[in-house]
Structure formats: structure tokens, C-alpha cells
């Protein structure tokens, strides 16, 4: 895969976070992200993202 088509699926990715967090926010749902680097094996660094989702009352 190219550098370019990487770039690209980062790019869709995003939108698509951003599309996902917006539809949470107009049915009130919070929606907070936490971000943590683990080290692979392979020693490459992997940045995970966890969500946690509230009601808002």
C-alpha cells in the first residue's frame, strides 16, 4: 500500500469517527476517547483508542 493510500484511509477513518461522535451527540450520548501506545513484538509502537459512551440525562 502506498503512502498516499494510507494517508486516504486515515482520512476516511477520521470522517468517519467524526460522523459517528456527531449522531452520539444528537441522540445524548457523551462520548469520551482515551488513547494508549502499546509496544508490538515486533517493537513498532500501536496507539489504541478506547471509547467510553454515557447517557446524558
Known amino acids: 500500500m502506498k503512502d498516499a493510500d494510507l494517508a486516504k484511509a486515515v482520512r476516511d477513518a477520521v470522517a468517519t469517527l ?5 449522531q452520539a451527540a444528537r441522540h445524548n450520548l457523551a462520548v469520551t476517547l482515551r488513547t494508549t501506545a502499546h509496544q508490538t513484538t515486533g517493537g513498532v509502537e ?3 483508542v478506547e471509547p467510553r459512551i454515557f447517557k446524558q440525562l
Open 18 to 22: 467524526n460522523e459517528a461522535l456527531a
Open 46 to 48: 500501536r496507539v489504541v
